[in-house]
T-cell receptor, first 117, second 112 residues
Framework: GAGVSQSPRYKVAKRGQDVALRCDPI?????LFWYQQALGQGPEFLTY????????KSGLPSDRFFAERPEGSVSTLKIQRTQQEDSAVYLC???????????????FGSGTRLTVV | QKEVEQNSGPLSVPEGAIASLNCTYS??????FFWYRQYSGKSPELIMS????GDKEDGRFTAQLNKASQYVSLLIRDSQPSDSATYLC????????????FGAGTRLFVKA
């Protein structure tokens, strides 16, 4: 696609509910990142994929967070048993390859705003 | 100590003035430095990248890097009301893999 596409754009979940957030990166982009951005804060790294391999998940805040990219394209971030502190904007970013991203930065999707009530 | 620090602002400048945004980082192994602009309710948009000490100019924007002082800055000349946004400093560190670490951002207001 022309850009990074994320869905849904907005999600309201009741506390304890499971949610799944989707990211469709730019076609052919090898590197895919998930970031979490709380209100008034900068994006915080969650996890990184190179193709289908999850090379870094050090930023996932708890074992309730799980991400996958089974075919090396679309990625899903799943949050189980959502808590109020999970309320944030979840941003997906991609780059053609790791080197390009490290040098030229990333293209971000529009994000999914998750509100847990 | 946060890995990337920015003054949260808000920084308010009159239209036509120079806006100066500053950022410090803690990892001396950092190699790539970025400035992203984020309008309210929107996602970050890359506006500048810099890798070498010194200045890099692109239109009204100039990024400055001083690795010895671990300091990055962004100058916006002839500021316009449309420049009002949050500016995120971001740093890519070889020691941290390929992830990019973001600061909390500086809010800029350009008054007409």
């Amino acid at each position: 696609g022309a850009g990074v596409s994320q869905s849904p754009r907005y999600k309201v979940a009741k506390r304890g509910q499971d949610v799944a957030l989707r990211c469709d990166p730019i076609s052919g982009h090898v590197s895919l990142f998930w970031y979490q951005q709380a209100l008034g804060q900068g994006p915080e790294f969650l996890t990184y994929f190179q193709n289908e391999a999850q090379l870094d998940k050090s930023g996932l805040p708890s074992d309730r967070f799980f991400a996958e990219r089974p075919e090396g394209s679309v990625s899903t971030l799943k949050i189980q048993r959502t808590q109020q502190e999970d309320s944030a904007v979840y941003l997906c970013a991609s780059s053609l390859n790791p080197g390009q991203g490290a040098i030229h930065g990333y293209t971000f999707g529009s994000g999914t705003r998750l509100t847990v009530v | 100590q946060k890995e990337v620090e920015q003054n949260s602002g808000p920084l308010s400048v009159p239209e036509g003035a120079i806006a100066s945004l500053n950022c410090t980082y803690s990892d001396r192994g950092s190699q790539s430095f970025f400035w992203y602009r984020q309008y309210s309710g929107k996602s970050p948009e890359l506006i500048m990248s810099i890798y070498s000490n010194g200045d890099k100019e692109d239109g009204r924007f100039t990024a400055q890097l001083n690795k010895a002082s671990q300091y990055v800055s962004l100058l916006i000349r002839d500021s316009q009301p449309s420049d009002s946004a949050t500016y995120l400093c971001a740093v890519n560190s070889n020691t941290g893999g390929f992830k990019t670490i973001f600061g909390a951002g500086t809010r800029l207001f350009v008054k007409a």
